[in-house]
């Protein structure tokens, strides 16, 4: 890192102002007005900007479990004595830093900070205890971090995703820090001051003075000069830091003609909370597959990104909703799926072609809905399913290795399938393939020929149907003796399938509704136990699933998911099915709405028909006509429309008891779609734009799907 930047960063970090010194009794009202004209000086200094903070997110996944840096202000010292010794593993935190984020450190939890720093010393502590740390690099393994999701280096510095492949992170180890906001000093200021104050202040005793006593003006008892800062020793805990450059020494000279102390930013020994070993997440007891649908090609980090903020929102969900769940050391895990990348397909061939014309349009095209062009390709559909399926099992194989515990524990998996990932995770659950089309259309050809009259094309019939037999025996055997087709090695707890086209895909391959079909009839349980089909209701891409089953569906409104600030969150089985009610409105538009089913009441219309509205004016001006003088027209008219309305409300009040009982003799056993609610200053037509990607942030997503994966943990 560039020095000089690493300053500017470091003070900027507080306002030099909250960390001057002055005595109290010399601040009257003169020094009032020269604070002010001080703190003018000060605004138009641009080293003085916004106090940023370091990321100590309190969240299920990545917390550190520590005081918030703008609340902690400092160490509170005891008055009582203390011998210096070097800093032990406790004392010391470790910090991470993502891609993209170059001025934020994160704190690794303490679990994960002692481990680290139990590898850093075996393999680099050279024993003299003065002069730093030496690394060793030979036979220096990796840590998992993060969750079991990174792994850390510590020879390098690096920290590495383990499941998916993106740019390493940087770690720090975090010794001496500003006050405040616990930001860690650089590593290469952070030993040279370790080593110093060891050098002034090992083995002696000293008093924990506390810090708020520095305002009787010690004296400085140890200096240390670097190129754009010095630090100041004024005692063993009371260690400041002061900018060289030259807005700050102007800032000094300034506050020291006016009675204060130099301004400089306050430096801690050690971390604000000592790491524990019991600062660890829960175990993992459910894996959730994240899997992606078109335009990865696009973005080949989109899914990384969309499964860290859905994990992140999850882990949310987690701490303020599952506190039960977390103390039962539980919790789910989400691991994006990305198998668009490896895939040849075509191998430039379409690109090739591509006119130079719009070549923007063109290539966007190219990159999303060219995906669904190659699924339904009977060429390069096969490589598809392999893709997707060799993916799932070769992180299912790296998860177990990791975490060995899962499979002898009962862990369960779930995959979270989007768009046409969704409809490929299908065909691979089911094992449906094109040629199972051909195959029933042969069938259908066959038995149509058993019963030829003439006995030569009988004879062929049946000797091909003796054929076809012989080739499932050897498909069959097959299968058992080798795992090179579709299947995957893990059995699948629950489908969550958000903004997908399957119910679509399955109509063209012939599906309709049945009377008395279920789910078992497309998606027998043995195969996956639960399937949820999840959208927004105006996501252009998502469909229905229900109808497809049974057809009068269409008239019953999906579920609607439960909102994840909602007080009140009834479980999901015990949801009424609500009536879709359609009426005619003015220009023969219809209209619907939902009316809760079997409550005996009906949300009133907004208008009555025109036929029923001419009557009733009609009427009103034959009884304005006869008795002049009497009620106006309006008024009239008005009480006719009122007498209409209960009468038609009465009427949709039967219709919706009747649609009810129909309901309950063919009701599926449970619901498969579930809608998210829309937003209240939502604009339909523009949200079509971003509905099918909006899944990823929710909220109420993932309080759904956390709902079904620990059923028996959230309150009713």
């Not at 060429?379 to 399926?389: A, I, M, T, Y």
């Amino acid at each position: 890192m560039n020095n000089h930047s690493f300053m500017e960063e470091i003070f900027e970090v507080l306002d030099p102002l909250n960390d001057v010194e002055m005595d109290v009794s010399e601040f009257n009202t003169n020094t009032v007005a020269d604070s002010q004209s001080r703190r003018q000086i000060l605004s138009e200094n641009p080293s003085s900007a916004a106090i940023p903070t370091v990321d100590l997110t309190e969240s299920y996944e990545d917390r550190s479990r520590s005081p918030t840096p703008e609340v902690t202000a400092s160490k509170s010292w005891t008055e009582q004595t203390e011998v210096i010794e070097e800093l032990q593993p406790e004392e010391i935190r470790w910090f991470y830093r993502d891609p993209g984020q170059k001025q934020q450190w994160v704190a690794f939890i303490g679990y994960d900070s002692l481990r680290i720093e139990c590898k850093f010393r075996q393999f680099k502590y050279d024993g003299g205890g003065g002069s730093g740390y030496v690394v060793h690099e030979d036979n220096v393994g990796t840590i998992t971090a993060r969750g079991s999701l990174y792994e850390v280096d510590i020879v390098s510095k690096k920290c590495f995703p383990t499941y998916w492949a993106a740019e390493s992170g940087d770690i720090m180890r975090g010794t001496w820090f500003l006050d405040r906001t616990w930001l860690p000093l650089e590593e290469i200021y952070a030993d040279k001051l370790e080593e110093e104050h060891l050098k002034k202040f090992h083995k002696q005793t000293v008093e924990t003075e506390c810090s708020a006593s520095t305002k009787d003006k010690k004296h400085v008892i140890h200096h240390v000069v670097f190129t754009e800062f010095h630090v100041d020793w004024r005692s063993a805990f009371d260690v400041f830091m002061f900018s060289e450059a030259r807005s700050y020494k102007l800032m000094r000279s300034v506050t020291s003609s006016l009675g204060f102390s130099k301004a400089g930013v306050r430096l801690h020994r050690g971390y604000c909370e000592e790491a524990r070993p019991d600062d660890k997440l829960p175990g993992i007891t459910h894996l959730v597959f994240v899997v992606h649908g078109i335009g990865q090609k696009m973005d080949t980090n989109r899914i990384i990104r969309n499964c860290t903020r859905f994990r992140h929102v999850a882990a949310l969900i987690m701490e303020q909703q599952f506190q039960d769940v977390v103390k039962n050391d539980q919790r789910a895990e989400f691991l994006p799926v990305e198998w668009r990348s490896s895939l040849k397909l075509d191998d430039g061939t379409v690109e090739s072609v591509t006119p130079e014309k719009v070549r923007g349009l063109r290539e966007l095209l190219n990159s999303t809905a060219m995906d669904v062009m190659y699924y339904n390709s009977p060429l390069f559909r096969s490589e598809l399913v392999h893709g997707l399926q060799r993916e799932l099992n070769r992180l299912y194989d790296m998860f177990c290795v990791r975490h060995p515990y899962f499979e002898a524990s009962a862990g369960k998996v779930s995959i979270l399938a989007h768009s046409l990932g969704s409809v490929i995770t299908y065909d691979i659950i089911t094992g449906w393939s094109p040629v199972s089309l051909y195959d029933e259309f042969v069938n259908a050809t066959v038995d149509a020929g058993m019963s030829e009259s003439d006995l030569q094309k009988r004879q062929l019939y049946e000797e091909l149907q003796s054929s076809r037999r012989r080739v499932r025996d050897l498909e069959a055997m097959l299968v058992s003796t080798t795992n090179s087709l579709t299947t995957l090695k893990f059995k699948i707890e629950n489908l969550y399938c958000i903004g997908s086209p399957l119910s679509v895909f399955l109509t063209l391959r012939g599906v309709q509704p049945k009377d008395n079909q279920t789910l078992e009839d497309i998606l027998p349980s043995h195969l996956c136990q639960r399937m949820f089909n999840i959208f927004h209701p105006t996501d252009p891409v998502a469909y229905r699933m229900e109808p497809l089953l049974l057809k009068h569906y269409a008239t019953i409104h999906p579920v609607r998911v439960h909102r994840a600030d909602a007080p009140l969150k009834p479980a999901y089985a015990d949801v009424k099915p609500e009536i879709i009610l359609r009426q005619s409105e003015p220009g023969g538009q219809e209209k619907a709405r939902a009316s809760p089913a079997g409550s005996g009441q009906a949300s009133p219309k907004e208008q009555t028909s025109p036929l029923h509205a001419g009557y009733a004016s009609t009427l009103a001006g034959m009884v304005w006509s006869k008795w002049s003088g009497g009620k106006k027209v309006e008024e009239l008219n008005q009480e006719l429309t009122t007498l209409n309305k209960l009468e038609t409300v009465d009427k949709e009040s039967d219709v919706a008891f009747s649609a009810y009982d129909a309901i309950e003799k063919t009701a599926l056993d449970q619901r498969i779609d579930y809608e998210l609610r829309e937003g209240s200053m939502e604009n339909r037509y523009l949200s079509a734009f971003t509905s099918h990607v909006s899944y990823w942030s929710s909220p109420d997503v993932a309080l759904f799907v956390l709902t079904h994966i620990f059923p028996r943990e959230v309150a009713p």
